[in-house]
């Protein structure tokens, strides 16, 4: 790979919320400028977007930011100028004045890089074009691409941008990068994608972890879920049922404490894929404890990351409407938890297992238990334990907030969090919580006049303006595939 660094690299995350070092993103690329209202759905999208405004008034303050927190050399100083520039230079990997951070890391770029070794190029579009149903010409046509082309190519599934021919469908979901995979430790699992439309997504995925030096200290390390013996010889409708399918997405996984995980039942994953993770992950010896959090399978939920995320050690902010759902019903034999009739109740179940002790799970009684416990007895916070509602727990605004994402925050460092800034109700709960609120335009202007400093900000809520973003149905955590934070 004549142009990529020797980027083999440390990987660990032992939490949702200790100081952020490095994570893989994808900026919003051509394809998802060709999404079509007839197909938006198909391809698991919301909505149409505007595909500019996403990138210079939105995404592009995502970036500037992650730089600021995990690569200031980058940026700093340079905002002004950045900004000035039509052309966007800064943010297209390939391009000259590219940021070409290995903090920030876009997966564009590590794309381009596996695509420089001409064993991996031939591999790897014979593979597309087979998932594709291309013919032999499109795939001999593809070769004459150079590597910075032909990923651009395999991400938008148009050719270079001035024509009009699309090749395939486009990815727009990339730049959810949570659902491609997840670092468990030192570990990396890979994504199980239920929906078709995400099938190129994972095999780009596949190929990156698998052949980019950047992971390969890591290669005995990467975990891939099997699929459900036999299950093409089931009928269509049972491989639709949660025992048959083996589906899994990295937005229903959280790393939450170093032997903790949460897996979540849920639309996109399976109660099978999760079963499969945590005997592969105990096996492994990678976790000693893993929670599998059920919830009801709308979309309006989709991930477990829609529905709660971590802002500090002590904090969480969640939808009240699923929080706390405890009642005499729900006291039953936990095996009832893996019941046919269980799996379509629209209830919240919650069951953690213990290395060894895969046949005595412990039903837990409502989510603010399990997070409670999770602060004080994982994580070994001091402080009283605090929630945050989406939409303040008002109706109609805890649903409506939720979502547009009011849940779904990075967390850059401990009480430092990235969210949308049209969640208002939130936005206020997290007032009276003692957050300070400030725009990413506002703080990034701090940050250049050295009036705020990543490094001593605390109990802060950055709001990333949304209106095209937010009709994507994801936000800041969906946005990140962290593969290196600090220690709590």
Known sequence: MKNSKPLATTIKVSSEVGRLRKLLIHSPDRGLGKVIPSKAQDWLFEDIVHLDTMRRNEYDYYVKLLLYFLDPDKIKGKISTIDSDPERNFYKP???GYFNSDRVIDLQ????????????????????????????KTQQDLRAYDPNELA?????????????????????????????????????LLNKPAKAARTRESLLAQYIFFHHPMFERYRENIIEIPNNDHHFLLPDDEQQNDFNRSTLEGGDVMMVAPRHLLIGCSERTSLYAAQQ??????????????????????????????????????????LGSLARQGDES?????????????????????????KGLEHKPIEIENLEDLLTDISQNDLGAKEEVKFIYSGNN???????????????????????????????????????????????????????????????LTDTYIMLPS??????????????MPILRDEL
């Open 94 to 96: 390939g391009v000259e």
């Open 109 to 136: 770029r590590l794309l381009c890089e596996i695509l420089e070794d001409e064993v991996v190029r031939c591999q790897l579009i014979a593979s597309i074009c087979g998932v594709e149903r291309c013919s032999f």
């Open 152 to 188: 651009k190519i395999f991400i938008s599934g148009s050719l270079p941008d001035g024509t009009e021919r699309m090749l395939f469908a486009p990815l727009p979901n990339l730049i959810f990068t949570r659902d491609i995979g997840i670092v468990i430790n030192d570990h990396i």
């Open 277 to 318: 993770v945590m005997r592969l992950l105990f096996d492994r010896n990678v976790v000693d404890t893993i929670t599998i959090v059920q919830i009801p399978k709308k979309r309006d939920y989709m991930h477990i990351d829609t529905v709660f995320t971590q802002v500090k050690k002590n904090v969480w902010v969640l």
């Open 330 to 354: 729900r006291k039953k034999d936990v095996l009832h938890f893996f019941a046919p009739k269980d799996m379509i109740e629209k209830k919240m179940k919650i069951m953690q297992f213990y």
């Open 394 to 456: 008002e109706f109609p605004f805890g649903e409506r907030e939720q979502w547009t994402d009011s849940c779904n925050l990075l967390a850059l460092k401990d009480g430092v969090v990235i969210g949308y800034d049209r969640n208002d109700k939130t936005l206020e709960a997290f007032k009276r919580a003692g957050f300070n609120v400030i725009k990413a335009a506002d703080l990034l202007d701090k940050f250049e006049n050295d009036e705020l400093s990543p490094d001593t």
């Open 467 to 480: 209106s095209e973003l937010s009709r994507a149905r994801g936000g800041s955590h969906c946005m990140s």
